[in-house]
């Protein structure tokens, strides 16, 4: 089935999923990296019980979306902003999962009242420093410690990602746990997540490596907002077994962010979002008609 799309004022064109209550609170999802909009299918039934609209789209050079020469990361709330025009969504909350926490984060920096409430689930803070790959796991240093000193070891790495993962998409989610935590594993255990996972970072690299080379530039720039300045109710959510964002990342967003509230999951690994959807769709439902500005 095709993805849905909108056209932006540039020209590019953004894919999209639509999925959930139809009728339901809007929660825009900034999917993982590499991830796609497909990420939508893994937790689309939790958010038609929890009474959310879903919709993930496809950042520029992943999926279907076009990319965007020279993109930064505060370019992104400009095309939530149109994609949400487009829905005829005037507020909406928004939620970062993995590499895509940071994506949410410039959301709620960069669209002000707009914004509802947001949420991150095993997001990175900013890793624009010397030692925030602490802990990471092996790729995940290499990626993002890589790209600081040696951006020619990430982009290799990520090329030789997007080879991988034009395996079977069962295939590709069960290479990708292997250097998870134990809790992550399971998750991937079960077939039906294990295809929808793999299917949506197969979908990430429909276009090639390029998308994926630009985000990790992206993410190991200094952030161009301080999280200091979000006030709106923020809820993050962690797994304290998680390999490839060490729970710490959480913990200093927090202290940071004056709206927020952590909520570190025993036991949990990265990959929590798959089996807390429900619970994690129903907050931000409930964050999103509450929510005040922390700061007054």
């Known amino acids: 089935m095709a993805a849905r799309t909108v056209h932006l004022a540039d020209g590019r064109t953004l894919a999209f999923e639509k999925t959930g209550d139809a009728a339901g609170t809007p929660v825009f999802l900034a999917h993982g990296f590499p991830g796609s909009r497909l990420e939508a299918r893994v937790v689309g039934d939790a958010a038609r019980e929890a009474g959310v609209q ?14 965007h020469e020279g993109r930064q990361l505060g370019d992104w709330p400009a095309d939530v902003a149109a994609l949400a025009d487009s829905l ?24 002000g009242s707009r914004v509802s409430a947001c949420g991150l689930v095993s997001s990175p803070g900013p890793l624009d420093r010397a030692g925030t790959t602490a802990g990471m796991s092996l790729l995940n240093r290499a990626i993002f410690g890589g790209g600081r000193r ?3 070891v990430a ?5 030789l990602i997007a080879r991988s993962a034009g395996a079977e998409p069962a295939v590709v989610a069960q290479r990708l746990g292997q250097g998870m935590a134990p809790a992550d594993r399971r998750t991937l ?18 276009q090639g490596p390029a998308g994926a080379v630009v985000e990790a530039s992206l993410l190991v720039r200094p952030w161009p907002f301080a999280p200091e300045s979000i006030g709106i109710t923020t809820l993050i959510w962690h797994g304290d077994q998680d390999r490839n964002v060490p729970v710490g990342h959480a913990r200093r967003l927090s202290d940071r962010m004056v709206g927020s509230r952590l909520q570190v999951v025993e036991g949990a690994g990265h990959l ?25």
Do not use: K
């Open 54 to 67: 879903l919709v993930c789209p496809d950042r520029p050079g992943f999926g279907e979306s076009d990319p």
């Open 88 to 111: 005829g969504f005037s507020r909406f909350a928004v939620l970062g999962f993995s590499g895509g926490g940071p994506f949410a984060v410039a959301c709620a920096a960069g669209l």
């Open 150 to 152: 040696a951006p020619i």
């Open 155 to 159: 982009n290799l790495l990520l090329r």
């Open 189 to 206: 255990s079960d077939p039906a997540v294990a295809q929808a996972y793999g299917q949506a970072v197969r979908e990430a690299f429909r």
């Open 272 to 296: 929590l979002f798959f089996e807390h959807a429900a619970t994690i769709f129903a907050e931000m439902r409930i964050a999103a008609a509450t929510s005040v500005d922390a700061r007054g």
